[in-house]
């Protein structure tokens, strides 16, 4: 089964076409999209099957879902727990549907590999009547990132019962601690806006500081800040750590403070997940910075002796492509880069959720006869779904 897979993030859409053995057979990335429209000539091969990553699946979607009008709706539900994503989601969804009317969508969630999470991890503290009424608990993101990185560590290391850490570390930054292909902890909760900063997100706050803060901002005023002028970018002036970089060695003492409160916060996050595992045998780093930034990775590293890491400066100058090990031969707790590759989980997921379809479904069942207008060449013009 060919699986077209629709990636849409906070700012940019990945559209891949992977074969049945998750070889690529096309790809196309656009760097700036708007969320609004899919206003693109492009020229796929026919698929069987199209998978969307949705960041927020809530209480209700804890796993792959064909997308019917109900499961829009629900997705849709959910914008308020997500408002960078999930309208990008949506207009993914609608644009791709239009490409590919014959062909089943199915909607692969970031939230769902943290359904495992025990109560004890993803309880809050809160009334529980509130708890109840509004479905307040730690839903975690990034789960298709981490779900693969996990699994991919598994395999470069032939360790099925490790401890592992994942990092995922890009625009948005999370982590989770992971063992037999569970997620047993998480830094991001109920939205993403929590856990480590990024770019332009706060991450964790005193929620002490936001009630000062709502007697002199707005509530809409307080969300754009916390989510579009924070982190990175609020303690520094540049969201891209690239930029970050460069500001240091121009001498800006913000962009310093910036970098030591990112490293200082992702330390604190790694050793809180080994924590939770008990302990550290495997830790990961994936996404923007996790695969291309060896300062982050040498600060968090070095920060982490204490659990047996050991950093090999060579290896970790070297690994700017992915899977490779950047600890030394003499650390007790190896350290990995790990290409990120949602793609390849949201197709598996595609496939889980077309292999549970009863056989009598003929309206999502994939039909060799009609499997995109790609097949008749070109896929055309599509404007504003």
């Keep these: 089964m060919d ?10 859409l990945k559209l891949t076409v992977l074969g049945q ?17 899919l ?14 990553r949705v960041v927020h699946g809530g209480a209700r979607f804890t796993g792959p879902v064909v997308i019917d009008a109900d499961v829009r709706e629900g997705i849709a539900a959910l914008t308020d727990l997500a408002p960078l994503h999930q309208p990008r989601a949506l207009a993914g969804i609608d644009a791709a549907r239009a490409l590919f009317p014959d062909v089943p969508h199915v909607a692969c969630f970031d939230t769902a590999f943290h359904a495992t999470l025990s109560p004890v991890a993803s309880t809050y503290p809160l009334p529980e009547e509130w708890r109840a009424r509004w479905d307040l608990r730690r839903y975690g993101f990034h789960g298709l990132s981490h779900a693969y990185a996990s699994r991919r560590a598994v395999e470069l290391t032939g360790l099925p019962g490790a401890r592992v850490v994942t990092c995922h570390l890009g625009a948005g930054c999370s982590l989770a601690a992971v063992r037999h292909g569970r997620s047993i902890d998480t830094t991001m909760g109920f939205t993403p806006l929590g856990g480590l900063p990024m770019a332009t997100r706060s991450g964790d706050l005193d929620p002490g500081l936001l009630l000062r803060l709502l007697h002199h901002l707005t509530a809409d005023d307080l969300a754009d ?3 579009h002028r924070s982190g990175l970018l ?3 002036g540049h969201a ?6 460069e500001a240091i060695a121009a001498g800006s003492h913000d962009a310093h403070l910036a970098l030591d409160v990112f490293t200082h916060r992702l330390c604190q996050g790694i050793a809180a997940m080994a924590a939770s595992l008990g302990g550290l045998d495997v830790l990961v780093f994936t996404g ?16 982490l002796a204490f659990l047996g890491l050991r950093l090999g400066p060579t290896r970790n100058a070297a690994a700017a492509h992915g899977d490779t090990r950047i600890t ?3 650390s007790t707790a190896s350290a990995w880069v790990v290409r990120a590759r949602e793609d390849v989980q949201v197709a598996a997921g595609v496939r889980q959720a077309l292999r549970a379809l009863p056989e009598s479904s003929p309206d999502t069942a994939p039909d060799p006869a009609h499997r995109g207008p790609s097949s008749q060449g070109a896929v055309p013009r599509v404007g504003a779904p």
């Design 21 to 37: 053995d998750d070889t690529v057979l096309a790809e196309h990335h656009v760097e700036r999209w708007d969320g609004n429209a």
């Design 240 to 245: 891209d750590l690239r930029d970050v970089h």
């Design 234 to 236: 609020g303690l520094s």
């Design 3 to 12: 699986v077209l897979v629709v990636n849409a993030g906070s700012s940019s």
């Design 39 to 52: 206003d693109l000539d492009l020229d796929l091969p026919p698929v069987d099957a199209v998978g969307h």
């Design 328 to 330: 030394s031969d003499t």
């Design 288 to 303: 923007g910075i996790g695969e291309h930034d060896p300062v982050v990775r040498a600060r968090a590293v070095e920060g």
């Design 225 to 227: 800040g916390l989510a």
